[in-house]
């Protein structure tokens, strides 16, 4: 059963408007949050879909599938909508984003973006857009468990040459992890520093990039990833 956040036919849909897909029940995505997503992104069409079987009927083209980490067969139901919907991003709505490595999700290509359902609601409103915008967020590389991890996350090339002039190589290595939500504990031992080492450095970061606290800095992050994404996509169109 497909709950519609907006009055718009399916046939205009596949038309007019980008399309996403909400696959969950209605506790999961509820009335409130469908009226926010489509106030919030005008243009969009967001449809709330309680079995992801109903999406492989071919009906709706969505361009964005998201679904809640509570799906039954979840590594299942991704791979069906992946081999109907090829050019459909997918991400996973979670609160514990583990589940990516535990399902090994990462073998996927494009990869499955997490979306935390408990990080602060400017950071979820920004996966999506860069979602929308065609391109994944991944923030740290996921690796199986046969697959080494890095010692600390690179930050990605779209944004690397911007924050290099504004912070330091070990600043630049606590902000990913900072804008996925991490506390400064898991931090410190990602890194292999002290906690209070890691407050300096966030601190540091915070007085930088003229943020007063960790969302600020997150939606910093965010945004130059969205404008690297952009500028990228320029540069392969033009």
């Known amino acids: 059963m497909r709950q519609s956040g907006l009055a718009v036919s399916t046939a205009t849909v596949a038309a007019r408007q980008p399309h996403v897909a909400l696959?969950?029940?209605?506790?999961?995505?509820?009335?409130?949050?469908?009226?926010?997503?489509?106030?919030?992104?005008?243009?969009?069409?967001?449809?709330?879909i309680g079995d992801p079987r109903d999406l492989?009927?071919?009906?709706?083209?969505?361009?964005?599938?998201?679904?809640?980490?509570?799906?039954?067969?979840?590594d299942t139901r991704i791979s069906e909508i992946r081999a109907t919907l090829p050019s459909a991003l997918i991400a996973v709505a979670c609160n514990d984003c583990t589940i990516l490595q535990r399902l090994n999700l990462s073998r996927f290509s494009p990869p499955i973006s997490p979306l935390q359902m408990n990080a602060q609601i400017d950071i979820w409103l920004a996966v999506l857009r860069l979602l929308l915008s065609g391109h994944?967020?991944?923030?740290?590389?996921?690796?199986?468990?046969?697959?080494?991890?890095?010692?600390?996350?690179?930050?990605?090339?779209?944004?690397?040459?911007?924050?290099?002039?504004?912070?330091?190589?070990?600043?630049?290595?606590?902000?990913?992890?900072?804008?996925?939500?991490?506390?400064?504990?898991?931090?410190?031992?990602?890194?292999?520093l002290s906690e209070h080492t890691v407050k300096l450095h966030i601190h540091n970061i915070f007085a930088?990039?003229?943020?007063?606290?960790?969302?600020?800095?997150?939606?910093?992050?965010?945004?130059?990833?969205?404008?690297?994404a952009d500028v990228a996509s320029s540069a392969a169109t033009g």
Request: hydrophobic share 45%; aromatic share 6%; proline share 5%.
């Open 23 to 48: 696959i969950g029940t209605s506790l999961q995505f509820s009335d409130q949050i469908l009226r926010f997503l489509g106030q919030e992104f005008e243009g969009v069409h967001f449809d709330r």
């Open 56 to 74: 492989l009927d071919g009906e709706v083209r969505s361009d964005v599938v998201v679904l809640h980490e509570a799906v039954p067969s979840l």
């Open 136 to 192: 994944v967020w991944v923030p740290v590389a996921i690796a199986t468990e046969d697959e080494p991890r890095a010692a600390a996350p690179a930050l990605p090339q779209a944004i690397e040459s911007r924050a290099a002039s504004l912070l330091t190589r070990r600043e630049m290595e606590v902000l990913p992890l900072l804008a996925q939500g991490k506390q400064n504990k898991v931090i410190a031992a990602e890194l292999d």
């Open 208 to 228: 930088k990039l003229g943020v007063s606290n960790r969302t600020g800095a997150a939606n910093w992050y965010l945004s130059q990833l969205e404008d690297g």
